[in-house]
């Protein structure tokens, strides 16, 4: 189903429970436009446990919100990592940090949200938390409440809108 961020929140914009994301996140993947129920993860500067829930996690109407601190210092999320996603049926993932191997990622039929890309990989602690409310880019974003993207931005909601 086509949505319009612009227009959910023209039709909610007086509604005291959507937030819109600061503008600070570049599009990756061929989806430019994704929806779905978030699923929480903050860490920082270890992809471990981003790599275990896009693998072993149904991601069937959700999207992994990854709080990675805005570290621009290393990659949270790289192409196997994204194709593990699209195995899972994740319907998109944003990142506060970076991600890398931008080039193939941007041929996958997956739709990523980040800071920007680094080529260095992070070091393995298996580190993080999820299922945590998290908040970067002026927004509170909690698990099993809906995030809509696209090409004009990041829109929060707690209650789904379409």
Same mark, same amino acid.
């Given at each position: 189903m086509s949505f319009a961020t612009a227009d959910l929140y023209d039709a909610n914009e007086n509604n005291p429970n959507i937030q819109v994301a600061l503008p600070l996140f570049q599009s990756y993947g061929n989806k430019k436009q994704f929806k779905g129920k978030i699923f929480t993860l903050k860490c920082h500067e270890d992809n471990t446990l981003v790599g @275990?829930?896009?693998?072993?996690? @149904?991601?069937?109407?959700?999207?992994?919100?990854? @709080?990675?601190?805005?570290?621009l210092r290393c990659a949270l999320v790289g192409d196997n990592i994204a194709l593990a996603a699209i195995k899972n049926n994740w319907e998109g993932i944003i990142v506060y940090g970076c991600i890398r191997d931008a080039a193939p990622i941007n041929e996958m039929e997956i739709g990523i949200r980040a800071l920007a890309t680094n080529p260095t990989k992070t070091v393995k602690r298996n580190t993080g938390t999820p299922n945590i409310t998290v908040n970067f880019a002026n927004v509170n974003f909690i698990n099993d409440q809906f995030v809509y993207v696209d090409e004009d931005g990041i829109l929060v909601s707690n209650k789904t809108l379409i």
């Open positions: @275990d829930i896009l693998r072993k996690e @149904d991601g069937t109407g959700k999207v992994l919100v990854i @709080d990675g601190g805005g570290s």
